[in-house]
């Protein structure tokens, strides 16, 4: 038994994180293990490079995964429904399902292992979808503006860049202005990012500058300096 004990010990060090050894027996099959320990038989053969699903042999050692990335296992208890866990992770039902293939939502089992996908995974993955919906927009909004285009046509190639040093609700600093404009820029720049810009010329003390934000548009910020008596 110690022997037993001291082989799986060393097979949880070489399987994958978030993985667990398990033992083949007599009898078993993919299609067998799978159903046992509720994972589907395509993860255990890519947990398992190399192995013969044809040609298991007893006291073998697999690596069966746990719960994908991002997910964290979920033993169904006594009273259990799939609203229930779905309102108390903060995801949705349909997120769950698409996460335990051939869960039957009407019949949890007490003890049945499921894999909950992660509320701040979700809302990552949405975030990403919305700004590059955003993203898309902004570039057709772009080539409808004729002042876009040209400023991207006169500067776009321009080397020229500089840092945001200070982006708040209510300030917004860069390295190539002497002064902080009060702006709310959060999201349009990034603190110790540089920006392709240009100046334009000095007129009775009258300055600007304009800076490529993270969407690609540019914005021009107009400020005063005291010019020499």
Known sequence: MKGKIHMLYNY?????????????????????IAYRLEVSVSRIIAANPGINPYNLRIGQ??????????HV?????PGDTLYKIAQTYNVTIDSILEANPGIDPNYLRVGQRI?????????????????????????????DSSVQKAEE???????????ALKVTDGELQFDAAPVTFSENYKGHYTVGKNYPYYTDAAMGGQRGITVKDNFGVWHTFGYRVTLPE
């Open 61 to 70: 050692i697999l690596c069966i995964p746990a719960c994908p990335p991002n």
């Open 153 to 163: 046509s006169n500067y776009g190639s321009s080397t020229r860049t500089t840092r």
């Open 73 to 77: 296992p979920k033993i169904i208890q």
């Open 12 to 32: 949880y060090r070489q399987c994958p994180a978030n993985h667990y050894p398990y033992i083949i027996q007599p009898g078993d099959t993919l299609n067998i």
């Open 115 to 143: 894999c909950i996908p992660s509320a701040c995974a979700l809302e990552s993955s949405n975030y990403k979808e919305t700004i590059a919906a955003m993203q898309a927009d902004i570039n057709m909004l772009k080539e």
